[in-house]
């Protein structure tokens, strides 16, 4: 591989053959050399899952012409695995997700499989970028997107993000025209209000259909939701270490 361009691995949860990846891949060649490995069937909401109790299959395909390219039959973590340690000879220099289609701002980061990937590469000590745009159409409208991958690229390549950080990137639906810039925000504390919608199949069995409403409180102007609803592109740094360290004292004040 050629060692003087950045390798970068590109991945998603919503499948090879979706235009955020496209999209995503169209950027990114444009700064390394770029190796792509995608689930072959849409995996949203699968949060950090990975494959114990099934097998893995991975095949290669053509569907971006000159640029290699995987599918794999696993979750996208099961991706970043696969990727990292069977077809690459050495770790990336960047791992991307996405772009997603639908937001992952507040606690929806907690579900996604794009941001699952991020944080799996920065749990390999790889600089690793999610991105979503908050349009869930299938045939969404990337371009502002495209914009925002590119100016955030660069922003890691000439920076170095912390060890054990990944970055979470939305970018609104709205125009270029009324784009404002890239801002680092913290995630909103907001999240969905679950519903089940109880129903019954042709045979009268019961089933349950996942709904709700997702409630925001959070009135605060350093948010990711409060960025977007003001034409910026969110940059909210995410860890996977999830130890509430504010807390150890309380608790070591227990009577145990």
Not at 35 to 51: F, L, R, W
Not at 85 to 95: N, S
Not at 156 to 179: A, D, H, M, T
Not at 215 to 224: I, R, W, Y
């Amino acid at each position: 591989m050629n060692s003087k361009k950045p390798l970068i691995l590109v991945t998603n949860d919503d499948g090879i053959f979706s235009k955020g990846i496209r999209s995503l891949v169209e950027v990114a060649f444009t700064f390394g050399e770029v190796v792509v490995i995608a689930p072959e069937k849409p995996q949203s909401g699968m949060g950090h899952a990975i494959t114990i109790n099934n097998i893995l299959r991975m095949n290669s395909s053509d569907i971006f012409g000159e640029i290699k390219a995987y599918t794999c039959s696993g979750t996208p973590v099961d991706c970043v695995k696969l990727g990292i340690y069977e077809l690459l000879k050495r770790k990336p220099d960047l791992l991307l997700s996405g772009i997603n289609h639908g937001e992952n701002t507040s606690t929806n980061v907690l579900y996604s499989g794009t941001m699952s990937a991020a944080v799996e590469g920065a749990m390999e000590n790889i600089p690793s970028i999610g991105f979503s745009l908050a349009d869930f159409n299938s045939d969404a409208d990337f371009s502002l997107s495209k914009l925002v991958v590119k100016q955030t690229i660069e922003a890691v390549l000439k920076n170095k993000i912390p060890q054990g950080i990944c970055l979470n990137v939305n970018v609104p639906k709205i125009s270029i025209e009324e784009y404002n810039g890239l801002k680092i925000c913290r995630a909103a504390h907001a999240f969905w209000e679950d519903r089940f919608d109880k129903r019954q199949d042709q045979f009268g069995n019961t089933y349950f259909w996942l709904t709700g409403q997702f409630n925001h409180q959070d009135k605060g102007e350093d948010t990711d939701l409060f960025a977007m609803q003001h034409g910026f592109a969110s940059i909210v740094p995410i860890q996977f270490d999830m130890t509430a360290y504010h807390a150890i004292g309380e608790l070591n004040s227990w009577e145990i």
